[in-house]
């Protein structure tokens, strides 16, 4: 069993806590602590689904299985880190203040413009697309890549368009566009960020 420490918490949601791997520090280990048994299931499956697919990794953790922890059960993914060795921090992080928006404008207005090709290209699904939801992991001063490390999956009863590229494409641009209008709304002052925003 592995023992997971308060001082390891990396990250918390609403549903689950992420810790950084006692015996890895590249990886994290996400467990639930507050009735997140079902999104973690689906989450799961829709990744082991991409795993069967083959898709190129380089802007999604990858997944490697379940491990017992005194926590209860984790699911071990990749823990992203900035070129230094830091732990990546949220887009969210980014936005918030409108002067690291401007400091970072090239690399993020890239990184979301190849994130958005990325789930296009790759047909990957997301249940929504919020900031909290991204990291930006910082390569240069201004270049890095946009990161999904949470909320992946498909709730559609039929989900047709996880198989389909077409419907794949629709979906993906409808949550894209929520995901657009929603940061306009919540960061009315971030005038960087619109800059951004209008562009991609």
């Known amino acids: 069993m592995i023992e997971l420490q308060a001082s390891q918490l990396v990250g918390k949601g609403l549903h689950r806590e992420c810790y950084v791997h006692p015996d890895d520090d590249n990886l994290c280990i996400k467990v639930v602590v507050n009735?997140?048994?079902?999104?973690?299931?689906?989450?799961?499956?829709?990744?082991?689904?991409?795993?069967?697919?083959n898709v190129i990794w380089e802007m999604l953790p990858k997944f490697y299985g379940e491990v017992d922890t005194n926590l209860g059960?984790?699911?071990?993914?990749?823990?992203?880190?900035?070129?230094?060795?830091?732990?990546?921090?949220?887009?969210?992080?980014y936005i918030e203040s409108?002067?690291?928006?401007?400091?970072?404008?090239?690399?993020?207005?890239?990184?979301?413009?190849?994130?958005?090709?990325?789930?296009?290209?790759?047909?990957?699904?997301?249940?929504?697309?919020?900031?909290?939801?991204?990291v930006y992991?910082?390569?240069?001063?201004?270049?890095?890549?946009c990161i999904i490390i949470d909320n992946i999956g498909n709730s559609d009863l039929l989900s047709i368009?996880?198989?389909?590229?077409?419907?794949?494409?629709k979906k993906i641009n409808r949550k894209w566009t929520k995901f657009i209008t929603s940061m306009q709304k919540h960061y009315p002052e971030n005038q960087s960020l619109h800059r951004i925003l209008a562009v991609i």
């Open 35 to 53: 009735r997140g048994e079902e999104e973690t299931r689906r989450e799961q499956a829709y990744y082991k689904f991409l795993q069967k697919r």
């Open 73 to 93: 059960s984790g699911a071990v993914f990749d823990l992203i880190r900035d070129a230094d060795g830091s732990v990546s921090k949220t887009l969210e992080h």
């Open 98 to 134: 409108p002067q690291l928006t401007e400091v970072n404008f090239q690399g993020l207005l890239q990184s979301l413009l190849s994130l958005k090709e990325y789930l296009i290209t790759q047909n990957i699904m997301t249940m929504t697309i919020k900031p909290k939801n991204i």
């Open 137 to 145: 992991k910082k390569q240069e001063a201004q270049s890095g890549l």
């Open 161 to 169: 368009s996880s198989y389909s590229r077409f419907f794949g494409r």
